[in-house]
T-cell receptor, first 114, second 113 residues
Framework: DTGVSQDPRHKITKRGQNVTFRCDPI?????LYWYRQTLGQGPEFLTY????????KSRLLSDRFSAERPKGSFSTLEIQRTEQGDSAMYLC????????????FGPGTRLTVT | GENVEQHPSTLSVQEGDSAVIKCTYS??????FPWYKQELGKGPQLIID?????GEKKDQRIAVTLNKTAKHFSLHITETQPEDSAVYFC????????????FGTGTKLQVIP
């Protein structure tokens, strides 16, 4: 299967701990997006990468959040000092280059902060 | 930024009937409108999309229509089956930025056998 993969699928952590999620996009997709989805809502944009460059960040991405895509392939999303309000599904999507509009999502990482 | 409204929030239909979900968007410059199906515990799956230079697109039992003047678009599912039960999201691509999409709030479709 050559779809978008995310790891871990589920993460339970205590408030104040740091967590890191990984996303592997579809190979040769150089555009990568992170979204957050809370219960009963649609996904909300967090940040965007084109190759290794982080080109856009949402206001939702507080200074406790950081994302990287060091080699333009996989990406990581780290949340420091987690809060209960961070509990959500974190989704990654990838898109091919110029002219390709379709974004393909991974299965998500479900974060629960206790 | 873009704002997408979606209704109804829940929809129950009998198997074999049609289902229609409607969305409106705010940015007249938006030019791409995907629809996603999300099953419990899974990521959104792209099921159909339409670009602004097209008024209608069909793929087997699903179709999408777009009215640019009114800034609304709709998903039509015919001959519904129990496996169509899921949450459906409409979305619109922002005209600015880097093609992020703004999602509606979702429609939970239940197909009753």
């Amino acid at each position: 299967d050559t779809g978008v993969s995310q790891d871990p699928r589920h993460k339970i952590t205590k408030r104040g701990q740091n967590v890191t999620f990984r996303c592997d996009p579809i190979s040769e997709h150089n555009r990568l997006y992170w979204y957050r989805q809370t219960l009963g809502q649609g996904p909300e944009f967090l940040t965007y990468f084109q190759n290794e460059a982080q080109l856009e960040k949402s206001r939702l991405l507080s200074d406790r959040f950081s994302a990287e895509r060091p080699k333009g392939s996989f990406s990581t999303l780290e949340i420091q000092r987690t809060e209960q309000g961070d509990s959500a599904m974190y989704l990654c999507a990838s898109r091919a280059g110029t002219g390709a509009y379709e974004q393909y999502f991974g299965p998500g990482t479900r974060l629960t902060v206790t | 930024g873009e704002n997408v409204e979606q209704h109804p929030s829940t929809l129950s239909v009998q198997e074999g009937d049609s289902a229609v979900i409607k969305c409106t968007y705010s940015d007249s410059a938006s030019n791409y409108f995907p629809w996603y199906k999300q099953e419990l515990g899974k990521g959104p799956q792209l099921i159909i999309d339409i670009r602004s230079n097209v008024g209608e697109k069909k793929d087997q039992r699903i179709a999408v229509t777009l009215n640019k003047t009114a800034k609304h678009f709709s998903l039509h599912i015919t001959e519904t089956q129990p496996e169509d039960s899921a949450v459906y999201f409409c979305a619109a691509r922002d005209s600015g930025g880097y093609q992020k999409v703004t999602f509606g709030t979702g429609t939970k479709l239940q197909v009753i056998p």
